[in-house]
């Protein structure tokens, strides 16, 4: 669930996606709710569906091993379980989530916050945490969706979708192209 405006949901759940695909194989799905995004990544099991059809898309989708839901503005969670919160650390966004509702970091105490396209160092987000009174999860660099990137794997491990062999099968996995036709 992105929490500041543009925080990368839908292009991060991709890159977990293709990079779960190379462990699991074509049972990881990936789905988005409310938004039509996901068709312009030309990938296979990524679905774009409304709020009312989220329940019974899940339920159809019983062989897949792993589901990835991009909330965006759905309200309704219960059929995660589990659930990230991303957040991009810059001032003008921050700024505006926090206009927006003053007691955000109160409503995400205990959840798994995690800072997306950050060039925060670590003593940076110990002054984040400090600042906000909130507990970063995992403090993420900017991505590029076309290479390999060991953050997605160790961001995997530490959410539990990821063992320890399966990120070291995935890096004899090679895969070649941008667009697929």
Known sequence: RNTTEHAGATTLIYMMKKELNNIYGNSVCAIEVNKRDFPYFNEKN????????????????????????????????????????????????????????????EKLSGKKIILNKSMLDNKDVNDFEYESNSKIFYNLAPLDERRKNDSINDLLFRLGLLSDTASKKSESNKIFGIFKI
């Open 46 to 105: 990524m679905f774009s569906v409304g709020e009312v059809e989220l329940q019974s898309k899940i339920t159809s989708l019983k062989n897949c091993h792993v589901v990835l839901v991009d909330l965006n503005d759905c309200q309704n969670d219960s059929v995660c379980t589990d659930v990230i919160y991303l957040m991009e650390p810059s001032t003008l966004q921050l700024n505006k989530m926090i206009r927006k509702n003053r007691k955000v970091f």
